[in-house]
């Protein structure tokens, strides 16, 4: 379901396109920006230490509970921010969130190496915005 809200523009003119995200997302309504979502499951415990992708499972799993609450689904994301604490995680979470998101009309996203996470069995935590439809 494309949502009418967004306008997604994965090429702008003089910028080089690269797959798996879009360079601009605009839109209309009600902004809700959810905080950094690391791979805790309701009782606080680390799902899948030393596994990226079963961490990126349970974040993006909270990513979906956090959006719910709000009104909104992965369709209203406009933009991911990714903290790895390794670049080689990133095909990983790569796979989790395509089963997720819309890959024709991929968010905007940003990816950054960090040092650590606030514990050190975190291999990442991502952060997103979403708007919705009023």
């Known amino acids: 379901m494309t949502q009418t809200h967004l306008t997604h523009i994965p ?18 309504g ?10 805790f499951d309701e009782s606080g415990v680390v799902v899948g230490e030393g596994d990226a992708e079963a961490q990126a499972r349970q974040v993006f799993e909270n990513l979906r509970r956090c959006l719910a ?20 995680h990133l095909p990983a979470v790569r796979r989790v969130r395509d089963a997720f998101v819309n890959t024709e009309r ?16 975190l291999l990442l935590e991502v952060e997103a915005l979403a708007i919705v439809s009023d």
């Open 30 to 39: 009600r902004l809700v920006a959810i905080s950094g979502q690391v791979a």
């Open 106 to 121: 991929p968010p905007a996203s940003t990816a950054v190496q960090v040092a650590a996470l606030v514990r050190p069995e």
């Open 69 to 88: 609450a709000a009104g909104a689904t992965f369709e209203d994301i406009v933009k991911f921010t990714f903290f790895v604490t390794d670049v080689a």
């Open 11 to 28: 090429e702008p003119e003089g910028v080089f396109p690269i797959p798996g995200f879009t360079h601009v997302v605009t839109g209309h």
